[in-house]
């Protein structure tokens, strides 16, 4: 039984993120994802997500590919989320490419490519435009 976490924020859930959620679990037989609480995106953006940590969780959760999520409240927390739930390997999308090696030591580390041209920047950008 091999484990895959990653993590994001998933807000205005999207393609990409079903991307890389299916891809992410085809790497393993079982997909942990760690969404962001609204107060950790806060803190990284100084902006909260337009869903809040609730909604997020009820998306991401039903996903096909998505057998468990958790609230990642602080980004230094990252090594203890991953023994707590037994990481064999960490998925990270390629915009992160090499943050993370330093937990090679606990489990493989692995970047995926993003889906191109889209972001929940970008849709909130276009929404904007046309409201
Ligand atoms: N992701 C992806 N392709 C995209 C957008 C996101 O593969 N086009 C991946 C990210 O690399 C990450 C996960 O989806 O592993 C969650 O990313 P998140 O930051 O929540 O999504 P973004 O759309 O990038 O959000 P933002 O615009 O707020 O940065």
Request: a neutral charge.
């Amino acid at each position: 039984m091999k484990t895959v976490v990653t993590f994001g924020t998933y807000d205005l859930f999207h393609v990409g993120h079903l991307n890389i959620l299916r891809r992410a679990k085809d790497l393993g037989d079982r997909l942990v994802v760690g969404v962001s609480s609204d107060e950790l995106n806060f803190r990284k953006k100084q902006l909260r997500p337009t869903y809040p940590i609730d909604h997020r969780l009820a998306i991401v959760e039903s996903i096909r590919y998505v057998d468990e999520v958790f609230v990642e409240e602080a980004l230094e927390l990252k090594r203890q989320y991953l023994l707590y739930h037994h990481a064999d390997i960490l998925v990270m999308g390629d915009d992160w490419e090499g943050r993370f090696d330093e937990f090679s030591d606990i489990c493989r580390v692995v970047y995926l490519p993003r889906t191109v041209g889209i972001s929940s920047t970008e849709v909130k950008v276009r929404i904007r435009g046309v409201a």
